[in-house]
């Protein structure tokens, strides 16, 4: 790799890490912003079911057992005992015995987050098509590729595109399975931040996707790992469509195993100069923000109420400036669109919302618990995940239908939609059983009659609003990256000039990008509810 390529490699890492740490910093400290405005406000939540707190969850494994795992260094095969932790981490040891010692003593031989990676089914097919990319990025004849990798029987592969892939056999095809299941849960639910604060988390999630966006990015792109794993995806990705193909296609022509050792090193190259900014650029920044917020939270909350004068001012003004600009693209590119979709999604939505009322109704009604805490989580909370299936097999029908509107906007995933919604419909029926749980327990003669009927009650009456909501989430979904590309341009100019109504000590305090963004949303929610009366009446 030569001097030139080096310096492009890191003019676009520090392109991509400028971008971030902008949008990071900036939307950290609205997010404070946010909270202190919340906490103002104090507004009462729509819904009447009651969400568990993160201490009141149940910390049990969530399933263990044997397994055989590939090395990451000699590739040797040796079993090893696997436990699925409750917060989706994974834990391997030599043997049960050492996993049970007394006060988890056990010596673990290693820990696996599966944040951001993919379960595949069969290794030898999957191992085989990234062969054939490689060979097409390296410009190479596919029929001079080696045979790939065979895996035996009941093998998964845990994948990640940047980081180690894990293979593993189970002993059995139902128990390979099982585990396959079991994992992909935990693709979708490990957690990959060391930083848990909610704020934290919110304004990393939307300075990746603004950067993204700022890069050209628009479309759906599926992320998850540590802070640092995850900036060094967002490079590497950025990487891949600008530079890595001309550096593949640089190489010597050579037989393919000297031309797949040259891509190695070249790879090995890149993730070294990736890594090495990335990790001070993060480490920089989190002390920054970290260091900033007990001088700034105080600060905000002696200015909460400029703040909000300034907002409504910058929103009416905005209404007043935009409307006229917004709304006639609007008419265009979304009405009919809207209408489109609602038919399509409607249906689907109500019925799986309106089957987990069904299902979590017939499964109290076989409760003959006391009331206490364990009966009535262990019965209701854990086995209305699986007792779901039905109210969620309802959406997954709506996958290829919302597929089929890529032909009109290429950058929908109608899975990721889909899987939002039915993760909704779970979680809502978990905050069914906490509430079922919390009033059976507060209640002094542990009335679970009592406690059924009114968390049926309060089940039925968020489903409603849950109902509409993700009607128009799935709105949003479809319709607004191909809308925001249109309207951005043509609102710039206003946009920027909103600035100026802004006091200097409040400019780190207001964005106006984010309350056009909220705006954008409103619309579309607007029209979603026109289109959805218009779908009544008729």
């Known amino acids: 790799m030569d001097g030139q390529l080096k310096q492009e490699i890191q003019d676009l890492i520090t392109k991509v890490l400028t971008i971030f740490t902008t949008e990071y910093t900036t939307n950290y400290t609205l997010g404070i912003v946010n909270k202190v405005k919340e906490d103002s406000k104090k507004a009462p939540s729509p819904y009447k079911l009651l969400t568990r707190p993160d201490d009141a969850k149940d910390k049990s494994d969530i399933y263990k057992g044997y397994l055989t795992k590939e090395g990451g260094f000699r590739k040797s095969w040796k079993k090893r005992y696997f436990v699925i932790r409750h917060d989706y981490s994974i834990d391997y040891y030599v043997d ?25 089914k069969d290794p030898n097919k999957s191992t085989l098509e990234r062969l054939r990319k490689v060979c097409s990025k390296m410009g190479m004849d596919q029929n001079n590729m080696p045979k790939g ?26 128990d390979c399975k099982a ?25 990393f999630g939307v300075a990746v996707r603004n950067t993204r966006w700022a890069l050209g990015r628009w479309g759906w792109w599926s992320w998850g790992g540590s802070e640092i794993q995850v900036l060094t995806d967002v490079i590497t990705d950025e990487l891949e469509y600008d530079l890595i193909g ?18 190695r090193n070249v790879m090995k190259s890149i993730d070294g100069i990736v890594s090495s900014s990335v990790s001070p650029a993060w480490m920089g920044m989190d002390k920054t923000v970290t260091s900033v917020r007990p001088i700034a939270e105080p600060k905000i909350k002696d200015s909460v109420d400029p703040i909000f004068k300034v907002e409504n001012e910058i929103n009416q003004k905005m209404r007043e400036g935009l409307m006229s600009v917004v709304e006639p693209v609007i ?3 979304v009405v009919p669109h809207a209408h489109k979709i609602i038919k399509m999604v409607r249906k689907p939505i109500q019925s799986g919302f309106h089957k987990s009322h069904e299902i979590w109704e017939e499964s109290a009604k076989t409760y003959d618990g006391n009331g206490s805490t364990p009966s009535s989580f262990h019965f209701l909370d854990y086995l209305i995940w ?37 993760e909704k419909i779970t979680n809502v029926a978990h905050d069914a059983s906490y509430t079922f749980e919390h009033l059976s327990c507060t209640d002094e003669a542990h ?35 191909p809308l925001l590309k249109i309207v951005n341009p043509l609102c710039s100019g206003v946009i920027s000039s909103l600035g100026s109504i802004v006091p200097d000590p409040l400019k780190d305090f207001v964005n106006i990008n984010e309350m056009f963004d909220k705006f954008i949303d409103d619309m579309i929610n607007d029209v979603t509810k026109s289109a959805m009366h218009q779908e009544e009446s008729d």
């Open 447 to 481: 009335d679970v009659t009592k406690a059924r009927e009114e968390t049926l009650q309060r089940h039925s009456y968020d489903i409603e609003i849950h109902y509409i909501e993700q009607i128009q989430y799935t709105v949003r979904a479809v319709v607004k990256e």
């Open 246 to 263: 001309r550096v593949l296609g640089k190489l010597p022509s050579a037989p393919y195993a000297i031309r797949d050792f040259l891509r």
């Open 179 to 203: 585990w396959r299941k079991k994992f992909k849960k935990a693709c979708r639910n490990a957690y990959g931040f060391k930083n848990r604060d909610p704020i934290h988390v919110e304004a």
């Open 149 to 174: 990798k065979e895996y035996p029987p009941h093998t998964v592969e845990l994948y990640h595109p940047n980081r180690r892939s894990y293979y593993i056999t189970a002993g059995s095809s139902e």
């Open 386 to 422: 699986g007792q779901m299936a039905p109210a969620r097999k309802k959406i997954v029908e709506l996958q290829k239908d919302l597929d089929t509107l890529s032909v009109v906007f290429p950058d929908i995933s109608g899975f990721w939609i889909t899987y939002d919604i039915k």
């Open 331 to 333: 008419k265009e590119h």
């Open 96 to 120: 049960e015995n050492e996993c049970n010692k007394a006060n988890n003593s056990g010596k673990k031989k290693g820990t696996i987050n599966l944040c951001g990676y993919k379960v595949n």
